[in-house]
């Protein structure tokens, strides 16, 4: 029987050869990752109290991002713990304040096509542009998994959502999901989304990971992308091992998705999510002149090394405007490592940019870079939710990386293609 | 179970349920922030045995278990939504809190008398005389929370 991606690896996982949506049933987990808020400071006490062990080390990872690097007291003690669990229990994948989880994940190669993989954190369904299922779970899933190994899930149905064409000047992944989220809406709850088609398989591996990332706001149980060339290349490149077989995983041609949605991106404009939701959003050019008092390039979402490279697009030469200012915070070391081999840090720094530590920090009001009552913020990052960078008063818009660069230079809500369009102050690369 | 019924609208999000600022709070602390933002009357009138109603995809946005562990903390002890976003789904059951679909939550008027039987499946507005037909919450399901949600389920199992 015709099965799609998802339901192929959920049937692996739970020992049968065929799963329909729907159905409850228990699943072999491959990897469970949990980061600081969703890990041993949740797991401790309840391993202690079921006086068991961790299960299986080797498919757990854990990795610190969102209290880092702690702001206060509270936050260090969460890393403690966490540094201490991982020495006395050996779990050695650990990544301390090395990045996002969910950019480290690939960083590692520890994503590869059929896994059915579990993550302590809702924007989990990044690992799907690997080929694999891979779910969000609060931290009393994550510890239950930890000791067993095992889950029950409800086999979800399949959304295929086809993207076809290519991208305008100043267009990005972060634009297409705007899009969808105010098409499809958010509460596509216990259902995957397959991305496909033309444009999908031109993207690259980090553009994918916006696609999968903000399937969370579809209120996607995960996205996924079935794996190709390029994704196997990625996975060896960053030290994972996988075989050819791996692009076996593939939705049957006549898989039943529940809904097929075609959309063609070409004529596709920069978009802007107002507040408070995603879903509310609209072409860059209703929204142009808005005062914009922090402008923010971070999270998993929009601080990978592509994304850093739109916004220097955007900023060689140019200056950040006094009306504003823009924090970037990338999203792992590796990032800012090739973005200062290859320049773009230099380009940033030049404009005006405030450099913030790797990390979740301001993305999700927890560290540096949060919003003072009355405040407004245009960001790269994912949710625009009242209260989810700072003060409960305080708004926040959501744009690709290009779009939140233009607003720096602009010191106001602006279309990059225009602060493009305008040549730079002063030639490129000249300040000293 | 019988309680007076709070009465929220769609897409009640983590970040209002329990909001980032909050998170390093012990729970006990932050549940009186929760839903600030949108009715800072909430947290400060709830009372032990009072029923959460709300509209479609309650509790989208994040896996942070805080969002159901404040109502619990706050007293509620039931949740009936048009729609739950998945992981808030899951975690309400794992923390021992009965979530049910409930498609005429529009029916429902602040402060509303409720009886809820999330095993039959029963929801009644005592103030209007109503009474509504609901999915049960599935057995698999209902068995972690009899046990008092998923940590205590997992004892059982372990033990036996
Ligand atoms: S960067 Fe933001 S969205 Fe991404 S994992 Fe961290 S808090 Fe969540």
């Known amino acids: 029987m015709a099965q799609t991606l998802v339901q192929k690896i959920i049937a692996r996982a739970s020992g049968q050869s065929h799963v329909a949506p729907g159905a409850m049933v228990s699943c072999k987990i491959d990897l469970v990752m949990a980061h600081d808020g969703s890990g041993p ?8 109290e079921l006086n068991a062990e961790v299960w299986d080390t080797s498919k757990i990872v854990l990795i610190t991002d969102h209290y ?95 993207l076809s064409g290519g991208f305008a000047d100043c267009v990005a992944a972060k634009d297409v999901m705007l899009l969808l989220c105010r098409e499809l809406g958010m509460d596509n709850s216990f259902k995957v989304v397959e991305y496909g088609g033309g444009l999908v398989a031109d993207l690259s591996v980090q553009e994918r990971m916006v696609l999968t990332n903000m399937a969370a706001e579809l209120g996607c149980e995960t996205g996924i992308i079935e794996a190709d060339q390029k994704t196997l290349d990625h996975i060896r490149a960053h030290g994972g091992h996988v075989d050819d077989d791996a692009l076996e995983w593939r939705s049957d041609r006549d898989a039943p998705y529940e809904a ?71 999203a792992s070391a590796l990032t800012t490592k090739h973005a200062v081999a290859d320049g773009t840090l230099q380009i940033l720094l030049e404009a005006g940019v405030v450099m913030l530590p790797t990390g979740c920090g301001a993305c999700a009001g927890l560290g540096a870079g949060v919003l003072a009552a009355g405040e407004v913020c245009m960001s790269s ?52 | 179970m019988t309680g007076r019924a709070w009465v929220y609208g769609d897409e009640i999000n983590t970040d209002l349920l329990a909001p980032g600022y909050c998170l390093r709070l012990p729970i006990e602390e932050l549940a009186p922030h929760c839903l600030e933002a949108l009715d800072p009357d909430f947290a400060g009138g709830v009372r032990q045995g009072d029923i959460f109603v709300a509209g479609d995809n309650l509790g989208l946005g994040s896996a942070r278990e805080h969002a159901p562990g404040a109502l619990l903390t706050l007293g509620i002890k039931v949740v009936l939504a048009k729609s739950f976003a998945r992981i808030f789904y899951r975690n309400a059951i794992n923390l021992g809190l009965p979530a049910l679909f409930f498609a005429h939550a529009h029916e429902i008027t602040m402060g509303d008398e409720m009886d809820v039987d999330p095993v039959a499946g029963m929801v009644r507005n005592v103030t209007t005389g109503k009474q509504y037909q609901v999915n049960s919450i599935p057995p698999h399901l209902m068995a972690i929370i009899e046990d008092g949600g998923l940590m205590a389920h997992l004892k059982k199992r372990l033990a036996s």
């Open chain 1, 41 to 48: 400071q949740r797991w401790a006490s309840q391993l202690k």
């Open chain 1, 68 to 162: 880092v690097p702690p702001a206060d007291q509270e936050s260090a003690a969460i890393l403690k713990l966490t540094r201490d669990f991982a020495k006395a229990h050996g779990i050695y994948q650990f990544h301390d304040m090395q990045g996002i989880c969910h950019v480290v994940l690939p960083e590692y190669g520890y994503l590869k096509p059929g896994m059915f993989a579990c993550g302590g954190d809702s924007h989990s369904p990044t690992g799907g542009a690997f080929g694999c299922y891979m779910a969000g779970y609060g931290w009393t899933d994550i510890a239950a998994m930890v000791i067993t190994g095992d889950t029950w899930t409800i086999v979800p149905e399949t959304i295929r959502v086809n």
């Open chain 1, 260 to 330: 097929v949605h075609d959309f063609h991106i070409s004529t596709l404009e920069p978009q802007v999510a107002a507040p408070h939701s995603p879903s509310n959003s609209g072409p860059v050019s209703a929204h142009v002149g808005q005062r914009i008092d922090q402008c923010y390039i971070g999270a998993c979402t929009g601080a990978k090394l592509e994304d850093l490279h739109m916004a220097a697009r955007i900023l060689k030469g140019r200056q950040v405007s006094p009306e504003t200012r823009l924090l970037v915070a990338p």
């Open chain 1, 381 to 432: 990052t994912n949710r625009n939710f009242k209260g989810r960078m700072g003060h409960k008063d305080s708004d926040v818009y959501l744009g690709s990386p290009y779009t939140v660069a233009a607003t720096a230079v602009a010191g106001r809500i602006a279309d990059p293609r225009e602060i493009l369009a305008d040549a730079p102050a002063h030639p490129q690369g000249a300040v000293s």
